[in-house]
């Protein structure tokens, strides 16, 4: 949609541009960051592989894996091991950030109501690169989504 404006007899594109940030289809600062987070993001850490998938409508949803601890590793690695972790909640883009709520949880040591932030410092087509608040810079991967069988598979 071209919004044209006449003042004066000319074109506004400044004034169009103004009103078109005005209008609900988006003009905030987090909303490019925010359509590019959309989609599911594998992590594969050393003691640790996690899935989550962003939904466009805010909310979230993530499967992990902690594997168990072997001498002389964190004692909170320890906490979290175990087959499969289930949690989701909502997300948003805010100052950069990643901010992301639980608000179901199946493990006893995640609370719903738990808040992280991640800074968000890069975001492409096929990698994100997130700094929590506590711990080391996380390189996450776009999982791509599977291809559809060929009609020589569907025989």
């Known amino acids: 949609m071209e919004l044209r404006l006449r003042i004066g007899g000319g074109s506004a594109a400044v004034a169009a541009t103004t009103l078109a940030c005005l209008l609900p289809i988006g003009c905030s600062p987090g ?9 599911t993001w594998e992590y594969q850490g050393d003691k640790v592989f996690s899935v989550t ?22 004692f909170i690695l320890g906490l979290f091991a175990g ?3 289930t949690c989701s909640g909502t997300w948003k883009i805010l100052d950069g950030r990643l901010v992301s709520t639980v608000t179901a949880s199946a493990t006893s040591w995640l609370k719903v109501g738990t808040i992280s932030t ?8 096929t990698a994100l690169q997130l700094r929590p608040q506590l ?10 989504p599977p291809n559809p069988p060929t009609s020589r598979q569907c025989l």
């Open 83 to 85: 087959p499969n972790i």
């Open 31 to 39: 909303a490019s960051l925010r359509d590019k987070i959309v989609g």
């Open 53 to 74: 998938t962003y939904h466009s409508d805010g909310t979230w949803v993530n499967d992990a894996e902690v594997k168990e601890p072997t001498g002389g590793e964190s």
């Open 118 to 125: 991640d800074e968000i410092l890069d975001v492409g087509d």
């Open 135 to 144: 711990g080391d810079t996380q390189m996450w991967h776009r999982q791509k």
